[in-house]
């Protein structure tokens, strides 16, 4: 079920543009995040991170290239974006088909070692409340003393009345900055359908969004809900450290104390 080099270029490029659409300052999110990273693995000399809901390697691809002695796991389990991913952005990471917030979906990532930090961007809001609370109690098991999740989504305000300001605020920002990209979300699939080399991996995504169906998340959990299911899960801080509208990069640390990671339930 693979595609060609040039078929993936193809389809990871639109992919590029019409995630635009929806990302307050895309790039922008993705320099925060890798701040983040550079900070937390200032020294060390072979930083393990784990790019979560990785789609075909946009965010693997740019730590890649700031981190070129980092060990990048990418994991998702959408076949299509997986394989498009693991053709255009080949050297970026070692990619992985796991289910996040699955009994055992970690085990699939093959870890010899703690993590330095797990990051993710507009994947994780799919998940329920339990489940997300499970994903963060995993993530918690695996990662270091002092170790960092990065989450980069849409997070919309504790005060409800302030969410489609938010929204507004950040759209009206995209329109100014960079327009609006010719090809939305739904679009994008509607094309990569009609592609006769994609077939066979829409097949198989269709078969697994079949038996998936109904476990889809709730995106109107707030930044401090979050903050509130991280530190349940064992995490010592958690807080945004970027915000454009409700486009936020939440940061989340482990306890620098060796003995935390004993603390944790997986």
């Not at 990569?192 to 109107?220: F, K, M």
Request: one cysteine or more.
């Amino acid at each position: 079920m693979g595609v060609s080099m040039g078929t993936a270029r193809a389809w990871v490029e639109r992919w590029e543009r019409q995630q635009e659409r929806y990302a307050v300052d895309r790039e922008e999110r993705f320099t925060v995040i890798a701040d983040v990273v550079e900070h937390v693995t200032a020294g060390r000399a072979r930083p393990l991170l784990l790019d979560l809901g990785c789609g075909p390697g946009s965010l693997a691809a740019r730590l890649a290239a700031c981190f070129p002695h980092a060990e990048i796991v990418a994991a998702d389990m959408d076949p299509l974006l997986l394989e498009l991913g693991r053709t255009h952005h080949a050297d970026a990471a070692r990619y992985v088909d796991t289910v996040i917030g699955e009994e055992g979906w970690t085990e699939a990532l093959a870890l010899e070692r703690p993590l330095d930090a797990a990051v993710s961007t507009t994947a994780l809001h799919y998940l329920p409340e339990p489940a997300l609370l499970r994903t963060y109690r995993s993530l918690a098991s695996l990662l270091r003393p002092g170790g960092v999740l990065v989450n980069g989504d849409h997070f919309p305000p504790d005060a409800a009345p302030c969410a489609d300001l938010t929204a507004h605020v950040g759209r009206r920002r995209a329109e100014r900055t960079g327009g609006r990209a010719p090809e939305d979300w739904r679009s994008w699939w509607d094309a990569a359908a009609r592609d006769p080399e994609l077939a066979d991996l829409l097949d198989e995504r269709g078969r697994r969004q079949a038996v998936h169906a109904g476990n889809g998340g709730d995106e109107r959990v707030t930044v401090s809900r979050h903050a509130e299911l991280l530190r349940r899960a064992g995490f010592a801080h958690a807080a945004p450290v970027w915000q454009f509208g409700d486009s936020t990069v939440l940061v989340a640390v482990m306890d620098g104390a060796p003995a935390a990671r004993d603390r944790v339930g997986a």
